[in-house]
């Protein structure tokens, strides 16, 4: 007796840390199987499965057995009712207390002996075992050991079971979010161009803002969150030229000084719709009301000084400028990659803040090298630049400004 409390005791033990890999591992199946193994050891059974119930179907279906040749009789339709006649984890054999379809079961597999798994009162699976090599019958320690056994593995299967549910919701609510995401990104984008519409001249403006914001971002080490944030910010910075009326924003001559201040005003519009937009990024609002501001303190609309701006209205200040340097006006050819770039070097520290423009330039830098697998600047750019020529001038600005 002694040697059999201790066998019991070692295979109960073997269970639990069998039922906390389960519980942990990604190989479910393979686990499963090993539990079945230890349990057919225990009661020397060589025939055995483990079932785990589908609510959704109603079926219980296999996870796991051996020794059954014709596994179409493992999978079982089980109705609500049929569940309550049978007692939450107790063995029970080929009689009368076990529900007729699982003794149907029990008589087409050969094997002996059925185990409900419960936990509280959610049906969980089953375990049904052959019977034993030495022929002897199951005796009441060995339905009160698979009792204790068939409590272990219910909540193992269940505590699965809930982590499955649980990552297939995570899964759907991810697909979900994407979606929305993707929805969101796709609105904004077309609300972008039918602002860029307005103005031949500046074409798919925001959505280069936008990408040299984010390249900008990204080498100043922004985190991903974030970096989405200036990316919004970039394609709606000039939200409020949909107000103005075309004609000035492609006029070709000088503005007249109402015209300037109607065009300036365009921060403040955009702001002024922004702002009734809760974004789930920081400073959204603030980078768009900002994006014309200066260094110095001499930009508009609120005149603020490089210190009092954030880092993200200095970095879309500069991506907005740098593209309208590049970009053919009404009143302008654009400037060729070596022109932006000196006046980027003369308005460092006065216009721009000097360390977005060095981070500007290492992004050129390391596109020109091939060290970025997707650049999002000079595809926009004039191809006909000489790469030493830009190279060897964004290395001479980016000692100055490290200086």
């Known amino acids: 007796m002694n040697t059999e409390l201790k066998r019991a005791l070692y295979n109960i033990s073997s269970l639990a840390n069998l039922g906390h890999e389960v519980a942990s591992s990604d190989n479910f199946t393979v686990k ?199 990316y919004i910010a970039g394609f709606l910075h000039d939200v409020g030229k949909i107000i103005i009326n075309g004609e000035l924003l492609n006029k070709k001559g000088p503005l007249t000084e109402k015209e300037m201040f109607e065009l300036r005003n365009h921060s403040l519009l955009s702001y002024n719709i922004i702002s009734k937009i809760k974004f789930p990024w920081k400073d959204v609002v603030g980078m768009i009301r900002h994006h014309h501001e200066r260094f110095d303190g001499m930009g508009y609309p609120d005149a603020v000084t490089g210190d009092n701006l954030s880092e993200g209205a200095r970095i879309l200040a500069l991506a907005d400028s740098f593209d309208a340097m590049t970009s053919n006006r009404p009143y302008r050819n654009g400037m060729d990659l070596k022109g932006a770039l000196e006046e980027l070097r003369k308005c460092r520290d006065v216009q721009f803040d000097g360390k977005v423009v060095a981070a500007l330039c290492r992004v050129l830098e390391k596109e020109i090298s091939g060290e970025l697998p997707a650049p999002d600047i000079l595809p926009h750019l004039d191809r006909n630049f000489d790469p030493s020529l830009i190279t060897e001038l964004i290395e001479a600005l980016t000692e100055e400004l490290s200086s």
């Open 32 to 230: 499963v199987q090993s539990l079945l193994y230890v349990i057919m050891g225990t009661f020397l059974s060589g025939k055995g499965a483990i079932f785990l119930y589908e609510r959704s179907t109603g079926l219980i279906v296999p996870v796991a057995h051996k020794g059954i040749d014709d596994t179409g009789y493992l999978e079982l339709a089980v109705s609500p009712e049929t569940l309550l006649l049978m007692k939450k984890n107790e063995p029970c054999g080929d009689t009368a207390e076990l529900p007729l379809p699982f003794r149907n079961m029990l008589s087409r597999t050969g094997t002996a002996i059925f185990v409900p798994l419960w936990v509280r009162d959610e049906f969980i699976g089953a375990i049904i075992l052959g019977r034993k090599f030495s022929s002897e019958p199951y005796s009441t320690d060995d339905h009160e050991l698979l009792r204790i056994i068939a409590i272990q593995i219910a909540v193992t299967l269940n505590n699965n079971a809930l982590f499955t549910r649980l990552s297939e919701q995570l899964e759907k609510n991810r697909r979900l979010y994407e979606e929305m995401r993707r929805i969101y990104h796709d609105t904004i984008q077309a609300f972008a161009a039918a602002i860029d519409a307005k103005d031949g001249y500046t074409k798919r403006h925001s959505q280069r803002v936008a990408k040299y914001s984010v390249a900008i971002a990204r080498e100043l080490g922004w985190n991903e969150s974030d970096t989405e944030g200036i």
